[in-house]
Protein backbone atom coordinates (compact mmCIF):
# COMPACT_ATOMS: atom_id res chain seq x y z
CA UNK A 1 0.00 0.00 0.00
CA UNK A 2 2.68 2.13 0.53
CA UNK A 3 3.89 1.84 -3.13
CA UNK A 4 1.09 2.72 -3.87
CA UNK A 5 0.42 5.96 -2.17
CA UNK A 6 4.01 6.57 -3.35
CA UNK A 7 2.72 6.17 -7.13
CA UNK A 8 0.05 8.40 -6.78
CA UNK A 9 2.01 10.88 -4.43
CA UNK A 10 4.30 11.17 -8.05
CA UNK A 11 1.23 11.98 -10.41
CA UNK A 12 0.35 14.79 -7.89
CA UNK A 13 4.04 16.46 -8.23
CA UNK A 14 3.85 15.71 -12.37
CA UNK A 15 0.34 17.05 -12.45
CA UNK A 16 1.35 20.99 -11.95
CA UNK A 17 4.28 20.67 -14.44
CA UNK A 18 1.87 19.68 -17.20
CA UNK A 19 -1.16 22.49 -16.66
CA UNK A 20 1.85 24.99 -16.71
CA UNK A 21 2.56 23.34 -20.50
CA UNK A 22 -1.33 24.78 -21.33
CA UNK A 23 -2.37 28.32 -21.64
CA UNK A 24 -2.69 30.25 -18.48
CA UNK A 25 -6.15 29.69 -16.38
CA UNK A 26 -6.82 26.63 -18.30
CA UNK A 27 -5.38 23.96 -15.75
CA UNK A 28 -7.50 21.08 -15.65
CA UNK A 29 -10.19 21.63 -12.70
CA UNK A 30 -13.65 20.34 -11.75
CA UNK A 31 -16.34 21.19 -13.98
CA UNK A 32 -19.19 20.52 -11.51
CA UNK A 33 -21.58 23.84 -11.89
CA UNK A 34 -24.39 20.82 -13.20
CA UNK A 35 -24.23 17.16 -12.51
CA UNK A 36 -21.21 14.66 -12.87
CA UNK A 37 -21.59 11.13 -12.64
CA UNK A 38 -17.98 9.52 -12.52
CA UNK A 39 -16.72 6.17 -12.31
CA UNK A 40 -14.17 5.34 -9.35
CA UNK A 41 -12.00 2.10 -9.22
CA UNK A 42 -9.75 2.06 -6.00
CA UNK A 43 -7.29 -0.64 -3.66
CA UNK A 44 -7.85 0.31 0.08
CA UNK A 45 -5.34 -0.84 2.55
CA UNK A 46 -7.40 -1.52 6.25
CA UNK A 47 -5.94 -1.78 9.36
CA UNK A 48 -8.53 -3.42 11.57
CA UNK A 49 -10.05 -2.15 14.85
CA UNK A 50 -9.95 -5.83 16.20
CA UNK A 51 -6.04 -6.09 16.11
CA UNK A 52 -5.76 -8.85 18.41
CA UNK A 53 -8.79 -11.21 16.45
CA UNK A 54 -6.87 -10.36 13.49
CA UNK A 55 -3.52 -10.90 14.21
CA UNK A 56 -4.78 -14.37 16.04
CA UNK A 57 -6.34 -15.49 12.49
CA UNK A 58 -4.47 -14.63 9.65
CA UNK A 59 -1.15 -13.28 11.09
CA UNK A 60 -1.89 -10.02 10.54
CA UNK A 61 -4.17 -7.27 11.36
CA UNK A 62 -4.63 -4.91 8.33
CA UNK A 63 -5.63 -6.19 4.82
CA UNK A 64 -6.27 -5.04 1.25
CA UNK A 65 -9.61 -4.46 -0.07
CA UNK A 66 -10.49 -3.97 -3.93
CA UNK A 67 -13.47 -1.78 -5.25
CA UNK A 68 -15.16 0.56 -7.37
CA UNK A 69 -18.60 2.65 -7.55
CA UNK A 70 -20.17 5.87 -8.86
CA UNK A 71 -19.13 9.53 -7.81
CA UNK A 72 -21.71 12.08 -8.41
CA UNK A 73 -20.62 15.91 -7.89
CA UNK A 74 -22.68 19.03 -8.39
CA UNK A 75 -21.84 22.44 -7.24
CA UNK A 76 -19.09 20.55 -4.85
CA UNK A 77 -21.89 18.73 -2.99
CA UNK A 78 -20.81 14.55 -3.79
CA UNK A 79 -22.90 11.24 -3.47
CA UNK A 80 -20.59 8.26 -3.53
CA UNK A 81 -21.92 4.51 -3.80
CA UNK A 82 -19.09 1.95 -3.76
CA UNK A 83 -18.95 -1.81 -3.28
CA UNK A 84 -15.63 -3.62 -2.24
CA UNK A 85 -14.11 -7.15 -1.16
CA UNK A 86 -11.88 -8.40 0.95
CA UNK A 87 -10.64 -12.40 1.33
CA UNK A 88 -8.29 -13.65 3.32
CA UNK A 89 -7.28 -17.18 4.33
CA UNK A 90 -6.29 -18.30 8.30
CA UNK A 91 -6.98 -20.41 10.60
CA UNK A 92 -9.19 -20.46 13.70
CA UNK A 93 -7.49 -19.70 17.22
CA UNK A 94 -8.42 -18.57 21.14
CA UNK A 95 -7.18 -16.54 23.40
CA UNK A 96 -5.22 -17.86 26.44
CA UNK A 97 -3.59 -15.32 29.18
CA UNK A 98 -3.60 -12.85 26.39
CA UNK A 99 -1.80 -14.15 24.17
CA UNK A 100 -3.59 -16.09 20.23
CA UNK A 101 -3.12 -19.60 19.52
CA UNK A 102 -3.72 -21.21 16.22
CA UNK A 103 -6.04 -24.26 16.18
CA UNK A 104 -4.75 -25.23 13.29
CA UNK A 105 -8.14 -25.38 11.44
CA UNK A 106 -8.20 -23.46 8.13
CA UNK A 107 -10.68 -20.89 7.46
CA UNK A 108 -11.79 -18.55 5.12
CA UNK A 109 -13.14 -14.80 5.57
CA UNK A 110 -14.10 -12.09 3.65
CA UNK A 111 -15.59 -8.86 4.38
CA UNK A 112 -18.14 -7.43 1.32
CA UNK A 113 -18.73 -3.37 2.31
CA UNK A 114 -21.27 -1.53 0.37
CA UNK A 115 -21.18 1.93 1.08
CA UNK A 116 -22.69 5.27 0.65
CA UNK A 117 -21.28 8.59 1.96
CA UNK A 118 -21.89 11.99 1.08
CA UNK A 119 -20.15 15.24 1.55
CA UNK A 120 -18.40 18.56 0.31
CA UNK A 121 -15.69 19.42 -2.06
CA UNK A 122 -13.49 22.59 -1.59
CA UNK A 123 -11.63 24.29 -4.08
CA UNK A 124 -12.75 23.01 -7.26
CA UNK A 125 -11.94 25.29 -9.42
CA UNK A 126 -8.08 24.21 -8.73
CA UNK A 127 -6.24 21.43 -9.57
CA UNK A 128 -6.52 20.08 -6.38
CA UNK A 129 -9.63 19.61 -4.28
CA UNK A 130 -9.90 18.08 -0.42
CA UNK A 131 -12.95 16.67 0.49
CA UNK A 132 -14.65 15.66 3.42
CA UNK A 133 -17.64 13.22 4.08
CA UNK A 134 -19.39 11.04 6.35
CA UNK A 135 -21.92 8.46 5.17
CA UNK A 136 -23.21 4.32 6.09
CA UNK A 137 -22.66 1.63 4.82
CA UNK A 138 -24.17 -2.52 4.70
CA UNK A 139 -21.33 -4.93 5.83
CA UNK A 140 -21.45 -8.97 4.79
CA UNK A 141 -19.18 -10.98 6.74
CA UNK A 142 -18.68 -14.72 5.86
CA UNK A 143 -16.52 -16.91 7.47
CA UNK A 144 -16.00 -20.58 6.50
CA UNK A 145 -14.21 -24.06 7.43
CA UNK A 146 -14.24 -27.32 6.19
CA UNK A 147 -13.95 -29.00 9.25
CA UNK A 148 -16.64 -26.33 10.92
CA UNK A 149 -19.36 -27.92 13.19
CA UNK A 150 -22.80 -26.86 13.34
CA UNK A 151 -23.00 -23.09 13.46
CA UNK A 152 -19.39 -22.75 13.52
CA UNK A 153 -19.44 -21.05 10.15
CA UNK A 154 -20.59 -17.13 9.69
CA UNK A 155 -22.58 -15.28 7.31
CA UNK A 156 -24.37 -11.86 8.62
CA UNK A 157 -24.54 -8.30 7.44
CA UNK A 158 -24.86 -5.49 9.72
CA UNK A 159 -25.03 -1.69 9.30
CA UNK A 160 -21.67 0.63 9.98
CA UNK A 161 -20.62 4.25 10.25
CA UNK A 162 -17.36 6.09 8.73
CA UNK A 163 -16.01 9.58 7.93
CA UNK A 164 -13.56 10.11 5.59
CA UNK A 165 -11.43 12.98 4.39
CA UNK A 166 -9.37 13.52 1.36
CA UNK A 167 -8.09 15.03 -2.06
CA UNK A 168 -8.53 14.38 -5.72
CA UNK A 169 -6.28 15.83 -7.98
CA UNK A 170 -7.44 16.17 -11.66
CA UNK A 171 -4.82 15.12 -13.94
CA UNK A 172 -7.52 15.80 -17.45
CA UNK A 173 -10.44 17.56 -17.90
CA UNK A 174 -12.13 13.60 -18.05
CA UNK A 175 -9.65 11.63 -15.24
CA UNK A 176 -8.39 11.94 -11.59
CA UNK A 177 -6.77 10.77 -8.77
CA UNK A 178 -7.43 10.57 -5.14
CA UNK A 179 -5.98 9.71 -1.90
CA UNK A 180 -8.30 9.17 1.46
CA UNK A 181 -8.62 8.11 4.82
CA UNK A 182 -11.11 6.63 6.14
CA UNK A 183 -12.53 5.23 9.62
CA UNK A 184 -15.13 2.78 9.86
CA UNK A 185 -17.02 1.47 13.36
CA UNK A 186 -18.80 -1.51 12.37
CA UNK A 187 -20.79 -3.37 15.66
CA UNK A 188 -22.67 -6.17 16.15
CA UNK A 189 -20.64 -8.81 13.83
CA UNK A 190 -17.09 -9.40 16.09
CA UNK A 191 -17.78 -9.84 19.82
CA UNK A 192 -20.60 -12.36 20.00
CA UNK A 193 -18.37 -15.62 20.05
CA UNK A 194 -14.91 -16.91 19.86
CA UNK A 195 -11.27 -15.43 19.93
CA UNK A 196 -13.33 -11.43 19.55
CA UNK A 197 -15.09 -12.41 22.06
CA UNK A 198 -12.17 -13.38 24.59
CA UNK A 199 -10.99 -10.24 23.23
CA UNK A 200 -13.40 -8.29 23.80
CA UNK A 201 -13.10 -6.76 20.50
CA UNK A 202 -16.87 -5.99 19.16
CA UNK A 203 -15.78 -3.67 15.83
CA UNK A 204 -14.89 -5.12 12.37
CA UNK A 205 -13.95 -1.75 11.40
CA UNK A 206 -11.03 0.37 11.12
CA UNK A 207 -8.92 3.48 9.41
CA UNK A 208 -7.87 2.88 5.78
CA UNK A 209 -6.35 4.31 2.97
CA UNK A 210 -7.55 4.57 -0.22
CA UNK A 211 -6.28 5.32 -3.92
CA UNK A 212 -8.22 5.76 -6.23
CA UNK A 213 -8.94 6.74 -9.45
CA UNK A 214 -11.41 8.64 -11.45
CA UNK A 215 -13.25 8.36 -14.61
CA UNK A 216 -15.58 11.81 -15.76
CA UNK A 217 -16.17 15.10 -16.02
Do not use: W
Not at 22 to 28: D, I
Not at 87 to 108: D, H, T
Amino acid sequence: MIKTVLVVLMFCTVASPVAAQQAPGTAPTEEDDELSVRAVGFVVRQQFAAKTTFDGVFGQSDGRFFGGGVLLVERGVFLELTISHFEKQGSRAYLFNGQAYSLGIPLKATVTPFEVSAGYRFFRHSTIIPYLGVGIGSYGYKETSDFANAGDDVDVRHAGFLVVGGAEVRLHRLIGIAVDVQRTRISGILGTAGISKDAGEDDLGGTSIRAKVIFGR
